[in-house]
């Protein structure tokens, strides 16, 4: 069978219905769709309730209104920065961002011209006169003292404002230079360095994630059919018992469904490392059930802590955590259970640059007994939840809250930002792995910073202090 489709990996947006697309045709009213230019990867993903409700307090603390209308459709594009950082897309265009400042623990707010016309700014904004407008919309040009007509009250130096005109249309963003009072009493010099950003039409209009569903039933069904069929090829190709790896995450959880439509019930094997969030365990327990599907299980709780008082915690650069506490467990069970099995992954190649490299099918050496085939190796995020969506699947609420990555609750690869949703949202599961964690700093006589500023996640760090102690 062919691949799907070549436009995969990228975005369109139906004006007609609303909604995004992941074809160059809405499959709902048959109309020709518009490109979404993203920031690459490119691997866009629903907006749930926690995300907008997230956009709208930020957009709300810094310029008086919301970003995302009720009853809009929103994604969230992830793309690179220091911390974290959200492209913001709707109306099918790309209308600001959020991102993270690690150093003062909070949200800032960027927009781009076109989220104007999704909010009322009551705060954060300058007007300049007819002269300075022309200049800047035309050449991106900053905004200079003699242009500048008002000023509103709260910016500071640092603060992303709107520049508009007169007649109050925005003409740029950007960064403001000076405090409010300061520019005041300038007479020349800079006042709001502008940001040039491509255009990305807005065409605002209301939607659900049913209409998405039906505006993608095209591509959905391609992709799903091709899925299938590498499935059924794989379990051909490499005579073995299958399961599902099951993680209690989307990608898992669209694995598994394919694999039941390839091939009928498989068992489940969970990767039980001991620190997965309350709702990931709630998750694996209500798939098993409604599925009516064994779990096979492979502890990795023990091995962790011994690890754990022999290396220290887990870091970006020493991740010891996933071959002890997952790997090495996981290739026990298969040997005790199966001797060798073939395990469908809910692996794909927009995740990471290493993922993109990956075979479609391969042994991981940690893991002997296992071949192991990604069905969803080409599918977007989108895909996966537009899926999840068309198939009512019972896909994890973590997701409902903000959450996007499931796995490890203090897992060093996580952003700082999620480091703070997990110590807010989950006080006493966070309050175990700081006891640990101040135990093994203590004992090394390094810094307190090195627990509060979340230093234990680059090693690097801890044995650069180790040296200077």
């Known amino acids: 069978m062919r691949s799907p489709l070549s ?21 709902s009213c048959g109309a020709t769709t518009r490109r979404v230019m993203l920031t690459p990867p490119g691997d866009a993903r629903p907006a749930f309730p926690g995300d907008v409700a997230l956009v709208n307090r930020v957009y709300s603390s810094h310029f008086g209104s919301p970003l995302v209308p009720d009853g809009h459709l929103a994604l969230l594009n992830k793309v690179p920065d220091t911390d974290r950082m959200e492209e913001v897309i709707v109306g099918g265009g790309v209308v600001g961002a959020i991102r993270f400042v690690p150093e003062q623990g909070f949200w800032e707010a960027i927009p781009r011209r076109e989220a104007f016309g999704l909010l009322a700014p009551a705060r954060k904004f300058v007007v300049v006169d007819e002269g300075a407008a022309a200049v800047i919309s035309g050449n991106s040009a900053s905004v200079l003292a003699p242009g500048l ?45 502008t940001r040039r950003t491509s255009p990305s039409a807005c065409i605002p209009g209301e939607a659900t994630w049913d209409d998405a569903v039906a505006a993608n039933a095209g591509p959905i069904a391609e992709h799903e059919e091709e899925a299938i069929a590498f499935s059924r090829d794989a379990a051909k190709a490499h005579r073995l018992p299958v399961n599902v790896s099951y993680s209690g995450g989307k990608d ?21 490392t001991g620190l997965e969030f309350p709702e990931t365990y709630e998750n694996v327990g209500k798939v098993a059930e ?32 996933c ?22 992954i809910g692996q794909r190649k927009y995740e ?3 993922r993109m490299a990956s075979s479609r099918v391969w042994r991981n050496p940690h893991i002997p007994a296992q071949v192991s085939a990604a069905p969803i190796h080409h599918w977007t995020a989108l895909h996966v939840w537009l899926y999840l969506f068309r ?78 102690r």
Not at 156 to 165: H, P
Not at 252 to 272: H, M, N, Q, Y
Not at 310 to 318: E, H, I, L
Request: include cysteine; aromatic fraction near 10%.
């Open 352 to 354: 990471s640059a290493r």
């Open 323 to 344: 071959r002890v506490a997952k790997l090495q467990p996981v290739d026990r069970v298969i040997r005790d259970t199966w001797g060798e099995c073939l395990s469908f």
């Open 149 to 193: 007509v008002e000023i509103e009250p709260s910016v500071r130096a640092g603060d992303e404002v709107f520049v508009l005109d007169r007649k109050g249309e925005c003409i740029a963003v950007g960064r403001a230079r000076v405090d409010a009072g300061d520019a005041r009493s300038m007479e020349r010099g800079m006042v709001v360095r």
């Open 7 to 27: 436009s995969r990996g990228m975005l369109w947006w139906c004006d007609a219905c609303h909604t995004p697309v992941l074809s160059r045709e809405c499959s």
């Open 290 to 321: 409604e599925f009516g599907l064994p779990v096979v299980r492979a502890e990795g709780s023990e091995a962790f802590w011994e690890s754990f008082a022999v290396n220290g915690p887990p870091a970006r650069d020493f991740r010891w955590c």
């Open 252 to 272: 898992s959880l669209a694995t598994l469904l394919l694999a039941r439509k390839a091939l009928g019930d498989v068992p489940i094997l969970f990767a039980d």
């Open 391 to 468: 198939e009512k699947a019972p896909y994890n609420r973590l997701y409902e809250e903000g959450i996007d990555r499931i796995g490890c609750f203090m897992c060093p690869s996580s952003d700082l930002a999620v480091i703070r949703h997990v110590i807010s949202r989950y006080p006493g599961l966070w309050e175990g792995w700081d006891a640990k964690l101040k135990e093994w700093q203590q004992a090394r006589g390094l810094p307190e910073s090195w627990v509060e500023t979340a230093g234990w996640r680059v090693r690097g760090e801890s044995r650069e202090e180790d040296r200077h």
